[in-house]
């Protein structure tokens, strides 16, 4: 019988900047930036969700909800060095750790237990050391697996500590929502809805030939979920998935040069991390949120694998031309390198050895005098500063846009 661990980081962020600036406890903390700007929320302390607020949430709309909240413009280095001493208390536990974002993972403590004791002994001992080591508190769910450990994570947060029993994973979960399954969207509850279905357990109850018909092979899934089933494994982070950069305009953009001119800035920067790294990308991908936060993404294979501004950019700009719209204005763009590997071997060949170090020259000039130290003339009056970075992490399920 498995033993998983799910451990998730309560309001990471905001919890980051509460124990920074102890006078911040206890206040709406919310962090994305300028409550006037045009982001939006990234995350928010307990108080600041009393309000409604929550994350992705536009700013502007958690000004009205929360109007004397405290609002940050996050720190991704910070946060990320937290992350990294949260992960190593993880490790001493098992070697079988799935990252899923800066603050949650998922643990397979199975062949931990003779030394550590149960999986509920393990929870607890983790989410003491963090709170001891690191400051911060982490609620955990512990399960046979990962769909019912990550579900019992969040029921009762703050500080959660929830365990399934094995052999209880079907009663658990059946008085819940349907929502709280993976898989379970808004377009799925509304057709579950038209069975009279909106728990768990009415989802379970339901012939697995009505659910076939219905979503096709998805059916077969949702059944297996509802009764508490799930089989997958725990995978341990094999590095970054993809590495990219965002930014929100502060006001809506038309001119397809300033788009390009951005992506240029942008695929600077991805590059740059990828020789950080030592990655190379086989491809890009773009993404677009339009005014009234339609948001599109397109992606493309690059002709090889590369850690170059040049091939990044085109490739950017070339998928920027087939989607834009002449009538609708943006108000985001995002450019990612995807499809990453190994590139120690890249500068043996074409003579990329002497390219590489001019670059590596460069990124070293920046990281010690700031990225604005050495930048291409057709950058000059484009660049924007309001830019977020992401990566380095197993990508996160993906959402409804």
Known sequence: MRTILHADLDAFYASVEELDEPSLRGKPVIVGGDPGGRGVVSAASYAARRFGVHSAMPLRTAARLCPDGVFLPGRPDRYRDLSRQVMTIFAAYTPLVEPLSLDEAFLDVTSSREAFGSGETIARTIKQRVLDEVGLVVSVGVATNKLCAKVASDLRKPDALVVVPPGGEAAFLAPLPVSRLWGVGPQARQALAEYGVATVGQLAALPAGTLRRRFGSHGADLAERARGFDPSPVVPSQGAKSIGHELTFDRDVTDPARLEATLLDLAESVASRLRHHDLAAGGVQLKLRYEGFETITRQMPLPSQTRESGPIHAAGVSLLRKVLSAERAVRLIGLTAIN?????????????????????????VRERFGERAITRARLIGHRDRRRFDFGERPPAPPDDE
Do not use: N, V
Not at 340 to 364: C, E, N, P, V, Y
């Open 340 to 364: 990453l590997a190994d590139a120690q071997q890249l500068t043996l060949f074409d003579g990329a050895d002497r390219k590489d170090r001019l670059t590596r020259s460069i990124d070293a």
